[in-house]
C-alpha cells in the first residue's frame, strides 16, 4: 500500500494530496473581491505556498488546467503567467472558459512532482 | 513497460484504467433521467464500485474534478460529497460548470490510489 | 529527486512533460482554420506524434480530457475517435463543453504512460 499525504484536510476537499511522487491540488484565489489580475496574482502566490508546504517549488509543476469565468482575461492571466513560469520549467497546460461560482474569475487545477 | 490495467473496455473509453499505482476513471450517472440528487448519489455508489473493482476505497481518492451542468445544484452535491467523503481522507476537488450532454446533471473525473 | 522530462518548453506551457512514468499534454489543432471534423483528425495525429517523441504510442493512453466548443459536434468527434482508438486499450474519458479560443472547436488534455 503506498502512503498517501494528505494536507489542510476539510471535510469536503484536502488542500493538498500527495501519492507516489506526485502532488494534486486546486487553487481559486482566497480573496475573490480582487478583480482578475489580483485573483491570478493571488493563485500563484497560492501555488508557491502549496508546493513550499510539501519541499517542491514552481520548476516541478507537471500539468495546470486553467478555468477562466471569461476567457477575455486570458492576456492578463498569461502576462503574469509568463513571468512567473521559470523559463525552461513550463508545465502542460490547458485553458478554458467555464462557469466558476460567483465573483470567482479564474481556478487551476495543478499536478506536480512532489519533490524538488 | 509498466503494466496498464483497463477494466470495462469499450470500442471509446474503459471504465477504469490502473497504471503505476494509480487509477484514472470518470463517472456519470447511469440513470441521467434521475433529478440532480438522484446522479450525485447515484455517481458517488459507482464511485465506491469502481474502487472496489480494483481493491481500493473512497479513502484512497487523489483528485475529483466535478463538471456541474448548472452551478446552482451546488448545495446538493456538496450535502451529498460531504456525508459521503470519509473525514480525514477527502481529495483535492475542483467544481465548475460546464456543457454537459441532455439530462446529465454532473460528471465526475477521478483519480484514486490504485490499492487500499 | 524524481526526473522531469521537459519537451518543447515554451516560456508558457511545454508540449509534454514526462514524469514517473507518465506523460502529460495539452493538444489543440495546429491549424483552426479547419472545421471540427479537420481538427478532431489533427488533433489524433498530433497526439500520435507526442507519443512518438518519448517512445510511446496511443495503446497506452490512460486518461482524456476533451473540451467539445459544441456539444452538437459529439457524433464527429465519436467517429473519428472510435476509429483511432486501438481495439481494447481505450482510456478513460470525459467529453465535456467549456468555451475555447475563437476559432478551436476542441481542446484534449492526454496522461498517458510513458513507454510502450
Redesign the interface.
Known amino acids: 500500500?503506498?502512503e498517501?499525504r494528505?494536507i489542510g484536510?476539510?471535510?469536503?476537499?484536502?488542500?493538498?494530496?500527495v501519492?507516489?511522487?506526485?502532488a494534486?491540488?486546486?487553487e481559486v484565489a482566497d480573496e475573490p473581491q480582487q478583480n482578475v489580475r489580483g485573483q491570478v496574482a493571488q493563485i500563484l502566490t497560492q501555488i508557491d505556498g502549496r508546493l513550499a508546504t510539501i519541499g517542491s517549488n514552481r520548476t516541478?509543476l507537471?500539468?495546470v488546467?486553467i478555468?477562466?469565468a471569461d476567457?477575455s482575461d486570458?492576456p492578463i492571466l498569461?502576462e503574469l503567467?509568463?513571468s512567473w513560469?521559470p523559463?525552461?520549467?513550463?508545465?502542460?497546460?490547458?485553458c478554458?472558459?467555464?462557469?466558476?461560482?460567483p465573483g470567482y474569475r479564474v481556478?487551476m487545477?495543478v499536478?506536480a512532482?512532489a519533490?524538488?
Open positions: 500500500m503506498s498517501i494528505r484536510v476539510t471535510q469536503r476537499w484536502s488542500d493538498i494530496v501519492h507516489n511522487g506526485t494534486h491540488f486546486v516541478r507537471l500539468q488546467l478555468y477562466l476567457l486570458g498569461n503567467w509568463d513560469v523559463q525552461g520549467n513550463a508545465p502542460a497546460r490547458a478554458v472558459q467555464a462557469g466558476l461560482s481556478e487545477v499536478t512532482a519533490d524538488a
